[in-house]
């Protein structure tokens, strides 16, 4: 079943992405600039003296199979390059890209274009619906580029329709929906397109605040279930902690720090990295277990919380339970830390 493109999204496996000193350079002859930039020739300097620019400067990242690898930046920081070096719509002056064990810098036009077909789907900011298609016609476009048999492009489309939470409005047109509803048909489109590596850049950044908010909550709901490599790009921290299994900054081209958002926030590499984090809800980041200390006494009558929750859930929990002081459990409920209100509420404030 995993070669018949027909089959369903859930039966393909995720991919694993690594990324292996890639370097983009734009430019009539990238390639002779390269060794300059390795040899550290900055991006000022490339453009001042060659008129060249420079995309992204030797990036290595290993995105993890099923997890949700989120790219941000400010605007110019090569968020949006790096994303369509995956498919390759953007081809890397050198460097490698694998998925899987595939390189797909190498690949011949054909095995391109069948990689784009059958293992990525893209979600825009701005919609990048077919104004003349309806809701249900636009969700079938991918498996009919595919050579999808219509009755499972239709079994296919209309069950993602409903999961995405637009089933009624399959007979409608973009114009007659909103921001939030067609980014659902986008969403709904990709997902029906059976692959198993989802590229997301910007898709939320068009809508509004509670819309957005709204948005992420389907795709961490939809994430659990489907368990899809997806590539997130956002210039937003707060949507990128809440959305990230592991978080790369971008600068100038260059990663300034990866890392889970626990890391990020706990430990900025640079103030450049501390100036993104400042502002941060860290309740909302920031594990109990960081922050635990070992069981003292008879702790029997306290309530327990497993480790892997947040400083937020921790307080929630002791004010429910008007509880100084709080168990911390491993997955099997076996007690391997403590901590007290007042641990918690100093992590909570910023150092």
């Not at 973009?174 to 850049?201: E, F, K």
């Not at 590499?269 to 993104?276: L, M, N, Q, T, V």
Request: aromatic fraction near 4%; proline fraction near 4%; include cysteine.
């Amino acid at each position: 079943m995993a070669n018949n493109p027909a089959s369903s999204a859930s039966e393909q496996p995720a991919a694993g992405i690594s990324i292996r000193n890639l370097y983009k350079i734009f430019g009539h002859d990238p390639k002779a600039f390269v060794q300059l930039v390795k040899d550290g020739m900055t991006k000022a300097e490339l453009n001042d003296k060659h008129g060249h620019i420079l995309g992204l400067r030797d990036i290595n990242i290993d995105m993890p199979a099923g997890g949700i690898q989120v790219v941000m930046g400010l605007s110019g920081s090569g968020k949006s390059t790096l994303i369509r070096h995956i498919n390759r719509l953007i081809d890397p002056t050198s460097g490698e890209l694998l998925v899987g064990d595939e390189d797909v810098v190498t690949m011949s036009p054909v095995q391109l274009r069948e990689f784009r077909r059958h293992k990525t789907a893209m979600v825009f900011q701005k919609f990048a619906l077919l104004p003349h298609r309806t809701v249900l016609e636009n969700t079938v476009y991918g498996l009919e580029i595919q050579g999808v048999p219509r009755a499972k492009q239709l079994e296919e489309a209309h069950r993602w329709i409903e999961r995405v939470g637009l089933k009624g409005f399959e007979a409608k047109y973009p114009n007659q929906l909103s921001g939030g509803m067609q980014q659902r048909v986008g969403l709904a489109r990709a997902l029906t397109n059976d692959a198993p590596i989802l590229l997301m850049d910007e898709a939320f950044s068009a809508l509004d605040p509670l819309i957005r908010v709204d948005m992420q909550t389907v795709l961490l709901d939809l994430q659990k279930e489907i368990k899809k490599t997806i590539v997130f790009i956002t210039h937003d921290l707060d949507e990128a902690l809440r959305l990230g299994d592991r978080i790369a900054i971008l600068r100038d081209g260059e990663i300034i720090q990866q890392g889970t958002g626990q890391d990020i926030v706990l430990s900025p590499a640079d103030a450049y990295i501390e100036s993104f984090v400042q502002e941060v809800n860290r309740g909302r980041v920031i594990r109990v277990d960081t922050i635990m200390s070992a069981p003292q006494g008879d702790s029997s009558n306290l309530p327990v919380i497993r480790f892997d929750c947040l400083l937020e859930e921790a307080m929630r929990k002791l004010v429910e339970e008007q509880a100084e002081q709080i168990n911390i459990c491993c997955e099997k409920g076996t007690i391997i830390g403590q901590t007290s209100v007042g641990s918690v509420m100093a992590a909570m404030v910023r150092r």
